[in-house]
Structures are given as structure tokens and as C-alpha cells.
């Protein structure tokens, strides 16, 4: 007798564990957050089992542009029960190098006044795009006044590969 209600107990785990499915794998933008179930998906459990029981883990695969795979492993009581594969694609244009606008030259006759301006440029909601900046400053001792020499380096991320300058 204790055998056979042993085996229905366990026949019952077991059940949940099946009835758990994983929602289909999916590709979505970049733009979009690849750990909201609104947007990927939820997973489907039996009544018995509450949605707060179930828990994810994301192993994501992204380039610097979030652009790759991201794998979610759905576990229920720590044991994982299914998975799901996150495809993230850039529909938008690529980045645009020549909507870069560097800043003018400009004379300022009170130091106080001068303020650095930045440089701008128009780009998509998943592009990585950063700036450095090098400033070198040369007096003039006899006229009272310097001269700055900013160089301003504009880098994509998303294709900039340190191997290949």
C-alpha cells in the first residue's frame, strides 16, 4: 500500500512538470525588452500552479547594439521544465556618419563666458554611439589669451572592431 501512493504522488509531480510549456521562440527589436512576457510571451502553466512559482533566467548572446539571441530558461521548484529562444534583430537604418555635427570654431573674449560645445548627431534607438575627446591648449603669454585644440572622435559601437582600428 505504501508503493502504490508513493507512485501517485510522484505521477502527479510529474504531471505539472509536462503541463508547463515555454511560449514559442520569437524575434523581436532591439528596441524592445527582451524580459517583459507582454512582449515575448508568458508561460503556460496548469491552474494548479502559480506564475510566481516559475522562474526565469536569461542567458543573453548580444552584440554591443543588443542585436543576437537571448536564451530563457523557464524553472519550476529548480528544475528547468522548457526553453525559449529570444531572436533580437535592428530593423532601423544604421547609424549615419555624416548627420555628425562637430562644432564650430568660436572666439570668446571673456573666459568666464566659454563653455564647451558637444558634438551631435541623429542616430536609432539601438545604436551604441560615443565620443572622445582630446584637448590640447596653447598660450599666448604675450597676448594674454590661449587657443584650444579639441579633437573630437565620433564611435560607433556597433561596428567598431579594436582588431581592425
Known sequence: MKNAILFAILLIAF????QISCPDNITINCDQDYTDSAITGAVILPDSIDQEAVTVVYTPDLDACSVGTVEANFYF???L??????TIENPFPPFDPTTIVVPNDTIY???ALWEAE???WTGGPCDFIGYTEDVDTFDFVNESSFKLLRRITVIDWCLYDATDG
Open 109 to 111: 573674449n571673456d573666459c
Open 15 to 18: 504531471n505539472c512538470y509536462t
Open 77 to 79: 521548484e529548480e528544475v
Open 118 to 120: 558637444l558634438p551631435t
Open 81 to 86: 521544465t522548457c526553453t525559449q529562444i529570444i
